[in-house]
């Protein structure tokens, strides 16, 4: 591992990137990029990539319009991780504040208390000054009151991917700093205080500068089983690029999941990018879009297709 490491560490001088998931990340990974080509700062561009998502109330997963719990309430996840330093900072079941990738960045900052919830995370918010905002949407409350009257006749099961995403993009700046920012509502239709994956280091996310990042979306309790995240990073350590350790870690997890007699495996998607700025993805779907654009690619949104034998396939 440490040989492998030491080599991406040799990051070309100016090199940058950014990933997203899923095609609501375009707008965010565009303006991220410019941020990049602007030799700016990595947090400044993750954060601006997934504010963008957070702010739009088209999207129904993530930040304003994200759909609410069974409560009816909409209660936000985030993170924000440091591939310099392995800081994190995150918040989970948070009501009421707009943009939490901008919290979980200011939580990063803390020397303790970096991973806040509910009511804590709540004040927490508060007394630094981010506004407050009611996160629902008429769109989102009439999702979930038709979603309630189906729910009324008979209890159905839920999908991570029926009306919900994660929005997660990792990146690397001119000077080699890397980061990693994820952002979600959650569940539709979630008990009220589950968390999921997301803001969970390792499951969720993770960044370790001298190797590469990566983020995960899908099912959070099935996602939280493997630290898949974690175990990318881990594989491309040992010198796999970050495509073979998404197709590695995903079709290990999918197949233990499996073997433990569960069935199937939940929906589980993830992207990587090394220290290097190369890219990959992989899933256990069928298509899995996501978007990426570097010093090497073009913006562009790629699909992830899972093949048998859960080896996915890139095409642009």
């Not at 991220?32 to 947090?43: D, N, P, S, T, Y």
Request: aromatic share 8%.
């Amino acid at each position: 591992m440490h040989n492998a490491a030491a080599e991406l560490m040799g990051v070309i001088n100016g090199m940058w990137g950014i990933i997203g998931t899923w095609e609501m990340a375009y707008e965010g990974v565009k303006e991220g990029a410019l941020v990049l080509k602007g030799q700016g700062h990595i947090f400044d561009a993750l954060e601006t990539c997934v504010r963008m998502v957070e702010d739009c109330s088209e999207y129904s997963s993530v930040g304003y319009g994200g759909l609410p719990n069974a409560a009816g309430v909409v209660e936000l996840d985030a993170a924000f991780m440091d591939g310099e330093t392995l800081s994190i900072g995150a918040v989970a079941a948070l009501k009421d504040f707009a943009n939490p990738c901008i919290i979980a960045r200011k939580l990063m900052t803390e020397k303790l208390n970096n991973f806040l919830a509910g009511e804590g995370a709540e004040q927490y918010a508060h007394r630094q000054g981010f506004p407050r905002k009611n996160m629902l949407t008429e769109k989102s409350k009439e999702q979930w009151l038709e979603h309630k009257e189906k729910e009324m006749a008979k209890r159905r099961e839920l999908n991570p991917y029926t009306g919900h995403d994660t929005v997660c993009a990792i990146g690397i700046d001119g000077t080699g700093h890397m980061a990693a920012c994820t952002s979600t509502s959650g569940l539709f239709y979630k008990t009220p205080g589950r968390v999921g994956d997301s803001p969970l280091p390792g499951c969720g996310y993770y960044v370790d500068n001298r190797i590469g990042g990566a983020c995960a979306t899908g099912l959070g309790e099935d996602i939280m089983k493997g630290a898949l995240s974690f175990q990318v990073v881990q594989y491309m350590g040992q010198g796999m690029s970050p495509q073979e350790a998404c197709n590695e870690a995903v079709k290990g997890l999918n197949d233990r999941l499996v073997a433990a007699g569960r069935g199937r495996a939940g929906d589980l998607s993830v992207i990587a990018m090394n220290a290097r700025g190369d890219f990959g993805a992989s899933t256990n779907i069928k298509a899995f879009p996501f978007v990426a654009a570097s010093e090497k690619q073009p913006l562009a949104t790629y699909i992830a297709k899972c093949e048998e034998g859960i080896v996915t396939v890139i095409k642009a």
